[in-house]
């Protein structure tokens, strides 16, 4: 989608941290969500946040919005092999519904 | 439960065939959608539905149709095909809760036009 825009490759090594970054374009956008798409699979939600948040913690994922610059992070800590995934950012806005915008996807290697 | 379920999983047609994928869905949701996905493009909304009967356009809706005469069911009709629409197909389901919008996903049904 065109109103969010991710770069498409991340390489890390087994046990550093990973940070996807993600910018949107829409100020009233209230959720923003992280999917991760294992290969052959469809997407699954890893996590999200409401827009009046700046942080929030899932035991490995960190995600952080910054609203004056409409920037949205995933940071995993001590990334695993199994963590290799495309993870896409979306948001949900009200334009006659609330279906999700995806970004263009992320693809994280982790390398052993 | 099996959530959103698509078929086939796999498909080859000729240019200028139809089709129809298949998507259903076993927890009453009501919005249902249907996306493409493509390489270095992440994926793109074709058509949507809020509920029976209701549906509306996507960011790419040329040259697909949709329906939806039930709750469980939300199929994606390609009316003649071409090689810009091979792609991985996904279906999504989800029940719209406030303003969050967890969307369920199918499996996909990858889909070559030769």
């Known amino acids: 989608g065109e109103d969010v825009e991710q770069s498409l490759f991340l390489s890390v090594r087994e046990g550093d941290s990973s940070v996807i970054n993600c910018t949107y374009t829409d100020s009233s956008s209230t959720y923003l969500y992280w999917y991760k798409q294992e290969p052959g699979a469809g997407l699954q939600l890893l996590t999200y946040i409401f827009s009046n948040m700046d942080m929030k913690q899932d035991q490995r994922l960190t995600v952080l919005l910054n609203k004056k610059d409409k920037h949205l992070s995933l940071r995993i800590a001590d990334t695993q092999t199994g963590d290799s995934a495309i993870y896409f950012c979306a948001e949900s806005i009200k334009r006659g519904s609330y279906i999700p915008t995806f970004g263009r996807g992320t693809s994280l290697i982790v390398h052993p | 439960n099996a959530g959103v379920t698509q078929t086939p999983k796999f498909q080859v047609l000729k240019t200028g065939q139809s089709m129809t994928l298949q998507c259903a869905q076993d927890?009453?949701?009501?919005?249902m959608s249907w996306y493409r996905q493509d390489p270095g493009m992440g994926l793109r909304l074709i058509h949507y539905s809020v509920g029976a009967g209701i549906t509306d356009q996507g960011e790419v809706p040329n040259g697909y149709n949709v329906s939806r005469s039930t709750t469980e069911d939300f199929p994606l009709r390609l009316l003649s095909a071409a090689p810009s629409q091979t792609s991985v197909y996904f279906c999504a389901s989800s029940y719209p809760g406030q303003l969050f919008f967890e969307a369920f996903f199918g499996q996909g049904t990858r889909l070559t036009v030769v």
């Open positions: 927890m009453n949701h009501e919005y």
